[in-house]
């Protein structure tokens, strides 16, 4: 979907020297991966949004080629208003659009260039608002979070909107399941909080695809 594609492409154009990007609780059940989950709530462009469909996506840390050899992994939760989001995700793809999706998207991401990076654990990630600098390891890690109201053309309604303010927390990470909290104030006044408990969705795409990008104009997927 396009919130994961927008989200890896900041995080390409970081690692390339340009400079950083950034795209009340409640308890919704089923939706996931075929199982029950825990959405943080809010309000997105003056409308009160409550997820429907929630998953966490994890990618196993990998040497990739992108300009030169890096070290990357990540972890990203995705709220929406698709049911059974797992399916509906997989079957759309990283580089195509989803019509009528009202979605939030935050992730972190962990590289290093030159070679191997360590696996994301749990912790409190703030937003990442200007470039990262490296750990004493040479590992950089960004945090994205952002949202997306797309239209039956798959126009994004809330292109323009930054957030301004936010962080992702991450209590456990498993084989199967992702917890923490997030929280996230955006530019046009809305902002997303809460704790969450959702299921991960295995995705077969490997994080050095993710990171390579998209080519062409993606599909508006109905």
């Not at 991401?109 to 654990?121: F, M, S």
């Not at 590992?139 to 798959?154: D, E, H, L, P, S």
């Not at 969450?196 to 994080?207: E, G, L, N």
């Amino acid at each position: 979907m396009k919130s994961a594609r927008l989200m890896m492409l900041g995080v390409a154009l970081t690692m390339a020297g340009c400079g950083s990007s950034s795209g009340g609780s409640g308890g919704t059940p089923g939706g996931g991966g075929g199982a029950g989950f825990t959405a943080p709530s809010g309000s997105l462009g003056g409308t009160a949004f409550t997820a429907t469909g929630a998953i966490g996506i994890a990618y196993t840390p990998a040497v990739c080629t992108i300009g030169g050899t890096v070290g990357a992994t990540m972890l990203q939760v995705l709220f929406t208003n698709v049911p059974n989001l797992c399916s509906a995700y997989l079957a759309v793809g990283q580089c195509s659009d989803k019509a009528n999706l009202v979605a939030v998207n935050a992730g972190v991401q962990r590289y290093k260039p030159g070679g191997a990076t360590t696996a994301l654990t749990a912790g409190t990630y703030p937003l990442t608002l200007t470039t990262p600098a490296a750990d004493a390891n040479g590992n950089y890690t960004q945090t994205f979070i952002g949202y997306m109201k797309t239209n039956v053309t798959c126009v994004d309604a809330a292109a323009a909107v930054t957030t301004t303010a936010g962080s992702l927390t991450i209590s456990t990470i498993s084989a199967t399941r992702v917890t923490g909290s997030l929280t996230a104030t955006f530019s046009d006044g809305g902002s997303y909080s809460g704790p969450f408990d959702v299921p991960i969705c295995a995705d077969s795409t490997s994080i050095c695809t993710m990171m390579n990008g998209c080519t062409g104009t993606p599909a508006c997927v109905p």
